[in-house]
């Protein structure tokens, strides 16, 4: 079953703005991750938050997570074309071996 | 990129035949995936394995099963495939499991026609 729900399922924003994301999940986690996909490609690893974490900075993102909400957010600051790209939020529950759950994903188009 | 490698990278096939999906990894990880994408559902866990001989189901296994008889090699084999499993799969490594980043492959897009 799904762990993780993204919020909202598409986004399109102009170059230069910030574009949020939001992401909630059913179970309680071990971590949460974020991955980014550009068309026709696999998935990238962005940042990792463990649930005993709040926030965590990256380059221009910036990932809250919010253990009593089960929720998490992913902000992209100063967005660039080259943003643009579906965007997955990922948990493990299960503390090792058994993979990630991942949620349907945000698409985020930035305009030029 | 890290390394690991897909293949084939697309093949059609029709419904009933046997399809074997490869995935190949020069970093030693431990842990291997097999997930699925579909429209509208994400990526979905099919099998993944521990180490050598050591795998296990996944959200999504039945009609698929998997070996792993090299630290690197990690099938997928459709044993009769149907159009319900048209996808694309994406393979994917991780040095200590779920507590750590995964490494994805490019993915392989499967159509059965």
């Known amino acids: 079953s799904q762990q993780g729900e993204e919020d909202p399922q598409a986004l399109s924003i102009q170059e230069g703005e910030n574009a949020t994301m939001n992401c909630s999940y059913k179970t309680s986690i071990n971590n949460l991750q974020w991955y980014r996909q550009n068309s026709g490609r696999g998935l990238v690893h962005l940042i990792l938050?463990?649930?005993?974490?709040r926030e965590k900075h990256s380059g221009r993102l910036r990932v809250t997570l919010d253990t009593s909400k089960k929720s998490s957010s992913l902000l992209i600051t100063a967005s660039r074309a080259a943003d643009t790209a579906s965007y997955f939020c990922a948990t493990d529950s299960g503390g090792g071996a058994d993979g990630l759950t991942f949620g349907k994903g945000t698409h985020l188009i930035i305009q030029p | 990129d890290a390394g690991i490698t897909q293949s084939p990278r697309h093949k059609v096939t029709e419904t009933g035949t046997p399809v074997t999906l490869r995935c190949h990894q020069t970093e030693n990880h431990r842990y291997m995936y097999w997930y699925r994408q579909d429209p509208g559902h994400g990526l979905r866990l099919i099998h993944y394995?521990?180490?050598?001989?050591?795998?296990d189901k996944g959200e999504v296994s039945d009609g698929y099963s998997v070996s792993r008889s090299k630290t690197e090699d990690f099938l997928l084999t459709l044993e009769s495939a149907t159009s319900s499993q048209t996808s694309v799969y994406f393979c994917a490594i991780s040095l200590t499991g779920g507590n750590t980043e995964a490494f994805f492959g490019q993915g392989t897009r499967l159509t059965v026609v």
């Open positions: 394995s521990y180490g050598v001989k050591d795998t």
């Open positions: 938050i463990r649930s005993n974490e």
